[in-house]
């Protein structure tokens, strides 16, 4: 029961949202959004007494072929929802106080996509997760669309057809799946005790992989990303690298390492050259990037890239280490972007040379973008250098050498943005940053809310590695081939 | 005619919505009465035999031809003197169709073809006033009297080799083994006609041009009842008559399905007509219901049933929004539609769920459809053929989301668009089934299993 509220609230807000009207659609948006984090804090107090059981929800749905509506929430599916229920109120918040047509439209569609990302974390039979995995595509699409920035129609139907190009390949997948286990089944206990032979599991590998990366996404198969992120409308831009991203990796952890461990054990090598390429490569962009924006996308291609080189490297260490940067990454990748979002408000551009000195005007904001930028380049005592340290320690029992290059992603990041933000924040003001008004309250508030989390994570991650354990430990134990 | 003799004029739509839900009422009513496919059911004089198979395909077609006499009360409003002939035509449509259900003999199923395909060159030219009405229904007669002559031809030798027309004799013949050369040649000629009325490449080449020029309601009715109707019509050709000759037959069809999907996806990308997208776009669906045909060892009626049903009542909607679009712009193309999103926000929306279902994105009904069918053709080990349904999918995405960003982004033109009630009824129903047979498929697919 409680697992039906938790996933299809949303849905019935965003039906609300619309029926508010655009006078009342942002503050019964946030309402409802808060209702949804309540509830999950309820979940979570009903998960440390009850455990896992008390969450289980399983319906016949359709016949032949055999798909269930299939609901399960563990320890790492927990703190994925959390993560989402937790970002969606400070998202719908940072759109206050700005000029937005269409509210009900963009608030609804923004809830909608709660739904679809809530279904996606709590799914255990593949084609129920496939339906809400896809369906996470369609608001998104439209948000980014109808408020989207100039180029946004080419960009995002770009966007759209790769990313479901990948999607149908995972299809595909899941129906070959399906055909060749005995069990004849898409329901999570039947794919992870399959037996089908390690010729196969191959090329399944690489439909199942193919999507998960151009979803993260992983070099050379994130062309989509940056012109995205660019040309989105800015709580797009948090919904896409804060939440949606975060479904490719988890899905890396739940639907590929233990339905498939031949073909990990065969391809992983390749998957984790992949994302380290792609760490150097996007850190190496991102130094050259003068448009504040595409600095972050591609910041956050680096940050992923370590994510999923710590999840292809199969030890505990690695997977923990990607729970908690997938957290992290969310919560700062949305500050990060909020403050891009009041830089282009105040002062009309993000061009990084037009800006400097903002300090002088906005101390408070400056304050706040510091910490989030500390946590981001993963300074100790943030929730960045948690995750980071675990990732870079799990690559390392990988392969030493990969570990090394993995870990000039510190470095580098380092570099581009504290750079950034001296030539923004530090120096002599220049034309744009004359009057820079200081942070409005909503800002305030979703600042500061991520500062906190990000000081306090960094410091105590404790709850959420003993959280996410027992669900990585059984994983991993599927995973590797014994 | 009734009506119009006696003057009732007006009575003429709801009388015969009426009648076609008596007869849906019956059709239903005759559910339980009847055996299920396997065992066979009513066999009239071994001409027509009733089984669930042909019951439900029914139902369909009555159905749809429910939803467009509905919308020809208003598309016709400018030819009321006119209207009972329009009307009449359709219904002998849907008698065509519905002797295509449950031929058992192939004299039957030339009989049903040709009451269907006579119709249909009488309406594609109904515009008489109009030059690509006219080019289109002269087009379409020419293109379909061949094939017509195809199919006779193809029967005559089936006949001479087997020396029967009625389809379980054939079947047997067929499974003696022994086939003479006269039998594969009537075979391949009877599929060649079958391929061409359902317009699969390369037998194509009329489709989009007669789309384009006939008038849209008689597009929006090819385009459903009589694909849907050909196809079930296909399938029970291969079932109940071919069956033994399936290795001969699949790789013909792998092939024509193969070009199908390539050319039927490719050249949509192209088209700035609406109805001639939508032309191609039916091309490519033929394709996938190909797909279903073939993998008929597998029982996939169930399969091609659901993806025949989700793929007509969507494409229905969106001839609900495009008819009136059409009439209000005066232009039939995809620019037409340019800014409906902002004038009429709730129209913009009902098209993109029914475009989304054609296309077939989760969670509508179209998505679930095409998981069949690929699931089908997996099943049946047609790998090659799966792969490539799933790329051409994702290049189809491209030219249905033209119409969706031409809503949502172009400026609007200057006129109003403001849809008869009709239209809106028609509109709500259809979307209403898209999404509830994309949530619970079950009512649809257990009928066939």
């Known amino acids: 029961m409680i697992t039906l509220s938790l996933l299809f609230f949303p849905l019935l807000a965003a039906v609300l949202v619309l029926l508010a009207g655009n006078k009342y659609a942002s503050r019964v948006a946030l309402g409802l959004a808060l209702v949804e984090a309540a509830l999950t804090c309820y979940v979570f107090s009903l998960y440390k007494s009850a455990g896992s059981d008390a969450f289980y929800f399983y319906r016949e749905w359709i016949s032949d072929p055999k798909i269930s509506f299939h609901l399960a929430i563990d320890g790492l599916s927990l703190l994925m929802i959390a993560l989402t229920n937790v970002l969606l109120p400070l998202i719908i918040l940072s759109a206050f106080n700005r000029d937005i047509k269409n509210k009900k439209g963009y608030f609804s569609l923004m809830l909608f996509m709660q739904f679809a990302l809530v279904g996606v974390f709590m799914a255990m039979d593949g084609l129920l997760y496939y339906i809400f995995w896809e369906l996470a595509l369609i608001p998104i699409y439209f948000i980014a669309l109808r408020w989207g920035g100039q180029n946004r129609v080419s960009v995002t139907l770009k966007f759209f057809i790769y990313t479901l190009a990948g999607s149908l390949l995972m299809l595909f997948g899941f129906i070959a799946l399906y055909w060749y286990s005995p069990a004849h089944s898409f329901d999570i206990r039947d794919l992870y005790n399959n037996t089908i032979c390690s010729c196969k599991q191959g090329w399944l590998f690489w439909l199942f992989f193919l999507a998960f990366a151009i979803k993260i996404p992983i070099v050379p198969f994130h062309t989509w990303q940056a012109d995205t992120y660019r040309e989105s409308p800015t709580q797009g831009t948090m919904l896409l690298a804060g939440i949606m991203l975060k479904m490719g990796t988890y899905s890396l952890i739940r639907w590929l390492l233990p339905v498939l461990p031949h073909g990990v054990a065969e391809w992983g090598p390749w998957a984790i050259a992949f994302s380290v390429i792609g760490i150097v490569y996007a850190s190496v962009i991102a130094i050259m990037q003068r ?65 400097g000195g903002i300090r002088n005007q906005a101390p408070q904001f400056n304050t706040l973008f510091m910490i989030i930028v500390l946590g981001s380049v993963a300074l100790p005592l943030t929730n960045g250098f948690i995750g980071e340290f675990l990732l870079l320690y799990g690559v390392y029992e990988y392969n030493t050498w990969l570990s090394v290059f993995a870990g000039l992603t510190i470095i580098l990041g380092a570099v581009y943005m504290l750079r950034m933000f001296q030539k923004t924040m530090l120096g002599k003001n220049s034309d744009q940053t004359g009057i820079f008004e200081d942070l409005y309250w909503n800002e305030k508030i979703v600042l500061g809310v991520i500062a906190v989390i990000i000081v306090v994570m960094g410091i105590y991650p404790q709850p959420v590695f003993d959280l996410a354990q027992p669900a990585l430990e059984n994983i991993l134990n599927k995973a590797l081939i014994h | 005619m009734v009506m119009e003799i006696f003057n009732l004029r007006k009575l003429l739509v709801p009388v015969l919505i009426a009648g076609l839900c008596a007869v849906f009422y019956v059709n239903y009513t005759g559910w339980e009465l009847l055996a299920p496919v396997s065992v066979g059911g009513i066999n009239m004089d071994h001409m027509m035999q009733v089984d669930h198979f042909s019951m439900a395909f029914s139902a369909l077609s009555i159905f749809l031809t429910a939803m467009i006499i509905l919308m020809g009360s208003d598309f016709y409003r400018n030819e009321q003197h006119h209207l009972s002939d329009y009307l009449s035509i359709i219904v002998f449509i849907l008698c065509g169709t519905l002797v295509l259900f449950s031929f058992n003999n192939l004299a039957m199923l030339f009989l049903g073809i040709e009451i269907v395909s006579i119709s249909l060159y009488i309406m594609a030219g109904s515009k008489r006033f109009d030059l690509r009405s006219n080019e289109a229904g002269f087009k379409y007669f020419l293109m379909g009297a061949f094939a017509s002559g195809f199919l006779l031809f193809g029967i005559a030798l089936v006949y001479g080799s087997t020396g029967s027309f009625e389809l379980a004799k054939i079947s047997t013949y067929v499974e003696d083994g022994n086939l003479s050369p006269l039998f594969y040649a009537g075979c391949l000629l009877i599929i060649i006609a079958l391929l061409f009325k359902v317009a699969a490449v390369p037998f194509h080449f009329w489709s989009p041009d007669v789309y384009e020029g006939s008038p849209a309601l008689v597009t929006a009715l090819m385009s459903t009842l009589v694909k849907v109707s050909l196809f079930a019509a296909f ?67 169930s399969a091609l049933f659901f993806y025949a049903s989700a793929y007509a009542i969507a ?66 080990e047609m790998f090659g053929i799966t792969l490539l349904a799933v790329i051409t999918s994702i290049i189809a995405v491209y030219y249905y989301f033209r119409v969706i960003v031409a809503m949502y982004t172009k400026e609007p033109n200057d006129t109003e668009v403001k849809p008869a009630p009709v239209y809106w009824i028609v509109l709500w129903i259809c979307v209403a089934l898209s999404i509830v047979l994309g949530i619970f498929p079950d009512s649809l697919m257990q009928l066939l299993s």
């Not at chain 1, 595409?294 to 080189?309: C, D, N, P, Q």
């Not at chain 2, 620019?335 to 279902?357: E, Q, V, Y």
């Open chain 2, 315 to 380: 494409s229905i909607g969106v001839f609900a929004v495009a008819i009136p679009v059409f009439l209000a712009q005066r232009n039939e193309g995809v620019n037409a539609f340019n800014g409906l999103g902002k004038r009429n926000p709730l129209l913009a929306a009902l098209l993109t769920i029914c475009m989304l279902s054609v296309a077939g994105i989760p969670p509508f009904a179209g998505f679930l459809a095409k998981y069949y069918i690929f699931s089908q053709a997996f099943q049946s």
């Open chain 2, 235 to 301: 399938y029970r050709l291969l079932e109940n008559g071919f069956f033994g000759a399936y290795a001969f037959t699949t790789p013909i069809l792998m092939w024509v399905t193969a070009a199908t999907l390539i050319l039927g996806n490719l050249t949509a990308l192209f088209q700035e007509n609406f109805k001639r997208m939508l032309a191609y776009s039916g091309i490519s669906h033929a394709g996938y219901m190909l797909m279903g045909v073939m993998s008929m060892p597998a029982q996939s009626e």
């Open chain 1, 291 to 355: 448009d504040l924006k595409r600095l972050f996308a591609f910041s956050s291609l680096a940050h992923v890239g370590l994510i999923s080189a710590g999840i292809f490297a199969m030890n505990i260490q690695g997977l923990q280490g990607s729970v908690v940067q997938m957290l992290a990454h969310g919560v700062n990748v949305v500050g990060l972007f909020l403050c891009a979002d009041i830089i282009l408000n105040r002062t009309k551009t993000l061009q990084i040379e037009q800006l």
